[in-house]
């Protein structure tokens, strides 16, 4: 069966991408700079997980063989911390419900900031 390997490796990478907080996504920028034209993955974080990093941050990009070197990293980065007892799960979730707060509030003021413009009559409701 010709590309089973290949399908089994996607899968593979892309349940270890979602186990992190990952999704798989094409890379926006192309293919210049890769290796001998193969096929190149991106790493982008999840729209619930890692709120530090934007929506559409390209975390990572590389072919698949470097994507899962680059998770394996990662991973082993989240041990390695809970290993010297710097962070743990519950540690780590407690820091990203509290800049998706920080984020929610800073979203929250500028919606206001806006609407109070509006009412005043300094901004118009639909600019063209």
């Known amino acids: ?8 490796q996607w899968q593979r990478i892309e349940a270890h991408a979602d186990m992190l907080g990952f999704r798989i996504s094409n890379p926006k920028h192309g293919h210049w700079g890769s290796n001998e034209g193969r096929d190149q ?5 999840k729209d619930t997980e890692l709120p530090t990093f ?3 941050a390209e975390v990572f990009v590389g072919t698949f063989r470097e994507v899962e070197i680059f998770l394996m990293g990662w991973e082993r980065a989240q041990q390695y911390d809970m290993m010297l007892r710097l962070s743990d ?5 407690t820091a990203e419900d509290k800049e998706r707060e920080r984020q929610r509030i800073v979203a929250e ?14 901004q118009q409701l639909n600019p063209i």
């Open 109 to 122: 003021k500028l919606e206001q900031k806006k609407v109070w413009g509006i009412l005043k009559g300094e």
């Open 54 to 56: 934007t929506r559409d």
């Open 1 to 8: 069966m010709s590309g089973y390997t290949t399908y089994k």
């Open 89 to 93: 799960k519950k540690k780590r979730k």
């Open 41 to 45: 993955v991106a790493i982008c974080p």
